[in-house]
């Protein structure tokens, strides 16, 4: 780090959360090196500031930190252990941060790996959606080590302002899935209140600004209703990563034993979704299984 407070990043991954993460960076004073496996991703950044990089080894090479933002726990593996990944070629400040949602397992495996060869890691997956990602108002939650934790505070500063050091390496990750449980199941509880308002006859807009004003009131409600209720399924945290998410959640009670029946129901209604087609639709299209389920598709 700058004694200005700003440093280098080299970031890998710039899909639908990513590239909002780099713009925000940049704005918040970083050097930001760029790569990712699709070339216009690169250049579209590179366009607006970042550093593009051809490899994954020359995008770490300078960097205080490397943080990946990339699909899932293979994808992470392959970027760590893969050839010229970052167990063989680790940024200069010996960092790594993996801001995606993945198996809280594998993370371990991860900090394991690296700290044998003296680089530390930190898992911090995010909140928020691509909105928060635009907005920079992310909430973090972080696991790893306190003093790897501080060298990696300052940087998500840009990104978010809600930022929590909740434990050990996986951490991150395990209150990660809790977050995610939690708005699954929230996301069928407004689908359901949406199918049984619409079957009522009431006004849908109305009830939703009704239940938003008491204790039904949810994030859910509030950014995912309108899409809802006007039938667009359109753009937003693809189902598809939903059903990712759904299933790092499932493994990680069934190996801890943990019965989640409610995320076993709102899962099948997800596989449903996806086996309709809506694997790229926002998570908003559950309420297509509704749809269907009242013969109003
Ligand atoms: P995305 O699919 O839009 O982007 C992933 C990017 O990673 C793509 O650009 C892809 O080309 C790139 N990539 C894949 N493999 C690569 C490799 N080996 N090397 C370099 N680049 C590679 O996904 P996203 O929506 O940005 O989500 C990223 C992560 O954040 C996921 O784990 C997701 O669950 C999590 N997340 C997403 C949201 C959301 O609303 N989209 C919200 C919170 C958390």
Not at 175 to 203: H, Y
Not at 239 to 251: F, S, T
Request: glycine content about 12%; charged content about 20%.
């Amino acid at each position: 780090m700058a004694e200005n407070g700003t440093g280098s990043v080299s970031f890998i991954g710039l899909g639908t959360m990513g590239r909002e993460m780099v713009r925000n960076l940049l704005k918040a004073g970083h050097a930001v090196t760029v790569f990712d496996i699709v070339e216009e991703a690169v250049a579209a950044l590179a366009a607006e500031g970042a550093i593009a990089a051809t490899s994954l080894a020359e995008a770490v090479a300078d960097a205080d930190l490397a943080i990946t933002m990339l699909p899932d726990t293979p994808q992470v593996e392959d970027v760590i252990y893969g050839e010229g990944g970052l167990l063989a070629s680790p940024p200069r400040g010996r960092l790594v941060v993996d801001m995606s949602t993945i198996a809280p397992a594998a993370v371990r495996r991860m900090h394991a790996d690296l700290k044998a060869k003296s680089i530390d890691f930190i898992d911090a997956p995010v909140s928020g959606g691509p909105i928060g990602a635009k907005n920079a108002t992310l909430t973090i939650m972080a696991g790893g080590e306190a003093p790897a934790f501080a060298r990696a505070e300052p940087f998500f500063r840009g990104m978010g302002p809600t930022i929590t050091h909740v434990g050990a390496p996986g951490a991150g990750q395990a209150v990660k899935l809790c977050n995610q449980l939690t708005c699954g199941i929230n996301i069928q509880a407004v689908c359901e209140a949406i199918a049984l308002g619409r079957a009522s006859g009431v006004d849908l807009e109305q009830m939703r600004s009704v239940l938003l004003g008491g204790s039904a009131a949810s994030w859910m409600l509030d950014k995912l209703g309108p899409a809802m209720i006007a039938g667009d399924a359109g753009a937003g945290f693809r189902i598809d990563l939903m059903l990712k998410d759904l299933r790092l959640v499932q493994e990680q009670a069934q190996a801890l034993s943990v019965p989640l029946p409610g995320t076993a129901l709102v899962t099948s209604q997800y596989i449903e979704a996806r086996a309709h087609g809506e694997g790229s639709n926002g998570n908003q299209a559950l309420f297509r299984v509704y749809d269907r389920m009242t013969n109003r598709a």
